[in-house]
Each structure stands twice: as structure tokens, then as C-alpha cells.
């Protein structure tokens, strides 16, 4: 059978997939950043030109506030966050400094944002770079009393070509005019790729070739692989939606041509994206992270607080099953009042449940916030724990559920597989617990050795490595044998053609971006379970990602 997800041909971009699905349109660039101010001295007196900064700080400020307004979380959270750094005092001193010795005011702005971003890049918020350099160039077009470059508005949808883009940028992005974002910069924890996939649009980041195509070139862009194709054939000038396998089968159960089920399910960030996974059909949410009631906070948020946040996803699915998995913090996720923030290795440090072992009060008022949001709705209820090493830590975790009190028997109690110990003795772990969700994120991070967080390792962060894929097949096949549902969680999971390769290794549920699921719905309905068997098998003997790859696919095709 010919496969509709493959990888394309014709002349082809590599980037970084950071956002899934896949979309076809001609390129439209965004302007080019302002060039750095002149080092010249200023011809005006050191108070005109501080007034003049002052003014462009506060005025950005107020713009990023106001834009933050108008936009739901997450990107509300992030413009509130920029607003904070081009209001920070600590910054406006240092422009004061620069100016009363003899700088302009777009200069010293240039200047002491540079001093912060060296400082912010040493630092494990490196990530953020791109949102300070975003603030800086607004309040030095500000300072100028020039606007910013924009994102362009032909009138017709396209493809956004950018350098970099903004968090500010990202977040006004309509998804029925910008198909697809390529970025020449970037990274796949940069806030533009998390917003990029809260609003569905396919992304792919890391793509310096991308600078040098022509307004109007016709493209395809596959958000999971990382691919541009460019000068597509038989480009069609009519407008076109995502494009997506054959045949669409949104909103229908997931299941395999010869009728075997697989739960295609939604990762969520935020609550704001549950009536969106729950409109495109996601059967529950397989992976709800709550980081984001903590992640800009200075204490644990209140019960109270967690409680409404988790009522709202799990009313969006009355029946559907939601499974909470509690804090990760830790790792690319530090979190102050919970992280020691002085680790060499954070992803190697006390995160996840690691952390939450240190805290136990944290872990029992989310368990009391799960408990209380799932006595107000229909969902069926689980919670997972993140970054489990063993069975000692999945039996600690489990007994500490279990044993607080008025917790109902019916909420399941089940653990990510995400470190190689934990895959090594999958049966030892799931023993213990009711279920497991294999987080191939992390596991790829952890079995190749790699930083999930350093643009310059993707490379080397790919679940298609036999590598992954062999400890993905233990834990899959110590579910099997013990009878307790293993799925995948991971973004892995949104790569059509690896999702049948995981079900054909027996994994029974796949949690990916809700935007993904249509084209993994569809992929799944192509083939039977007995292709996805010979396809896992073909990728397992392989020798390396590219390998595995083509194995699967030509086993599929030949299925
Ligand atoms: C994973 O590691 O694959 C996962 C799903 O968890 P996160 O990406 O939140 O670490
Ligand atoms: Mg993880």
C-alpha cells in the first residue's frame, strides 16, 4: 500500500519539526530586524535622551501588557512576562548609566539589553534570548520612532519565512492565513514553537535555508519531520486547508482497517486548549501537563486554583479520560520554590518525582485539587508521575496516592516511563501501578545522551533511533504481559508513521498535539495491525533513525 505521510521528494530544507502537521503554500517574509544603533554620542543632553528611553521602555511595555490582554494563555503568560523585562528597573538603571555617559537612548537600550541577554544565555533560562531580543528591538524602534517589522498581511494565506519571530508576533498569528512558520532561528523550547503549537499551525525552526527563498516560492512544510519542500510540483494555486492524508477521519474512533482500537488522545498545556483537542476529536487527554499553574508563579498556587484549572480541562471531555500528570519540575523546567536552580546537570537533577519526594506538600494539594475537580465532572480521572527512575520510586508513588485520604479507588494511578531504568524494568514498574505512559521526549534525551533542550543536538533527539525504539517496544511489551495499558505521550506520537510502528509494538494509546491527530487517525485507518507489526519489527532491526525509517515505510508498502 502507498503510503500518504512519507518523506518528500525533490529538493528539501532540514530544520527542526516543532510543531506537527503538514501545510503547503507560498513563502511571504517577514521584514528584516532594524540594524544595531550607531555607537555614535549623542548630539542631544543626557535628559533628553533618558526621557526619550524612558517613554519607549514604558510605551512598549504598556503595547506587550495590551497585546497580553487580548490573547489566552500560554501566550498571555509569555507577553506579561515580556512586559516585566521591558519594565525592569534593574534594566531601566543601566540605560540611565549608558546615557549619562554620552550614549543615544537607542543605543544604551542596544547595549544594556545586550549585558542582560549575556547574562539570561548563561543562565538556564537561555530559552528566553529570543524574547529579550524581541523587547529590545521594540523599545529601540520605539526610542526611533519607527514601527518594528511586522508580520506581512498579502490578503491570501501563506507561509511565514522569518529569521526569528517574536512571541508577540506568534501570538497575533491567524491560523487561517499563516499555514505554516519556518524560522531561520530558533529553538523546539522556544516560546514561539510552544505557541506555534498551541495555535496549530505547523512549524519548523533551525531552518537557515529558509532566508534564502523568493516571496512567492511554492512550499510544503511538515511540521513533524522538519522538512521544506521546495518548488512543490503541481502546486495548485486554489486555496488549499492543511494538507492532510486521503482520507480524514476527524471526530471517529481511531482504529486500524482490520478494526483494532487505538486511543488517539491530546497533550494539553493549558486549559484553553481542551475545547480545541476536544473539538478535533481528541478520546481524552493522555497527557495534561500542569506546569503551567506553577511555571510563573513564586509559590504553589492554592488548591482552589488548581481545582478550577483541572475542572475546565476535564469538563471539556465528560467522557471522556483525562489523565493529570503532576508537576515536572526540574530539568528545562526549573521552578524556584521547588528546584535547587544550582544543579551541573539539571535534566540529570531533582526533577519530577525526584522533586515532588522532597515536597510532599506540593504533590498532596495537587492530589487534593485532582480529587475535588474530579468530583465536579463525568471525566474518567487518572494521575501519572513524571520522571519515575524505578520500581521503588513508581510503589513510593503509588502507596502516597493510595494512602491520602478520601482518595477514590476509581482515579487510576499510573506512571511516565521516560528514563532508561525505567524502560529496562518496565514490568517490575507497571507491577506496582495501574498503567504507564512512555514520555519519548525524555527517554530520546536520556538513551541518546542528547540535551532535549539544545537546538544543536536535534539531531541526535530522534525517536525513530533503534536505540528508543527498543526500550518503546520492552515497556509496550511488559504491558502486554502483565495486562496493563502502556501508551506513548511523547511528540513522537504525532509522527504518522512512527504512531503505527508504536501500535505495532502494543502500545494501546497515543497522546500528541491535538492538531496532529487527524493525520494519525488517518494512517491508522490505512493499515492493519498486522503492517504495523512487520513495520515495528523492520525499524527495530535497524541499525540507525534513517534506517528505521525507511524499514518501517517499505514494510508498510509492501504490507
Ligand atoms: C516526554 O518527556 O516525552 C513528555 C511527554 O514529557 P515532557 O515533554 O513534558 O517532559
Ligand atoms: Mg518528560
Known sequence: MELTVATPPGRQLQGVGVSPGIARGRIVRMGAPLPAPSAQRSALTSSEELATARSAM??????????ADLVEEP??????AQALMAADPSLSDDVARRVNAGRTAARAVWEACSSFRETLAQSRLGDRVADLDDVRDRIVAACRGVTPPQVP?????????????????????????????VTAEGSATSHTAILARSLGIPAVVGCADVLDL??????????????????????????LATVTPAARVSGSRARTVDGVDVAVMANIGQPSESGSAAAAGAEGVGLLRTEFLYLRADSPPSIAEQTAALTQVMSAFPDGLVVVRLLDAGGEKPLPFLTSGHEPNPALGVRGLRALRQHENVLDQQLDAVVAAAARTSA????????????????????????????????EIGVMIETPAAALTAEAVLAVCDFASIGTNDLAQYVMAADRSLAALSGLQNPWHPAVLELVARAAAAGERLAKPVGVCGEAAADP???????GMGVGSLSMSWSAMDDVRSMLAQHSMASCVAAASAALRSGDAAAARAAAKSALAGA
Open 497 to 503: 508513521l512512527l504512531a503505527l510502528v508504536f501500535a
Open 58 to 67: 514604558a510605551s512598549v511595555a504598556e503595547d506587550l501588557r495590551a497585546r
Open 153 to 181: 498581511d498579502p490578503g491570501h494565506p501563506f507561509v511565514l519565512a522569518a529569521r526569528a519571530l517574536s512571541p508577540a508576533d506568534t501570538a497575533g498569528l491567524r491560523a487561517d492565513q499563516v499555514r505554516a512558520i
Open 75 to 80: 501566550a498571555r503568560g509569555v507577553l506579561r
Open 214 to 239: 523568493a516571496d512567492g516560492t511554492p512550499v510544503m512544510v511538515h511540521g513533524t519531520l522538519g522538512i521544506v519542500e521546495v518548488d512543490v510540483e503541481s502546486f495548485d494555486e486554489a486555496p
Open 380 to 411: 474518567r480521572v487518572a494521575v501519572m508521575a513524571p520522571m519515575v527512575t524505578d520500581a521503588d520510586d513508581a510503589s513510593w508513588f503509588v502507596s502516597k496516592v493510595r494512602a491520602r485520604p478520601g482518595w477514590p479507588a476509581d482515579i
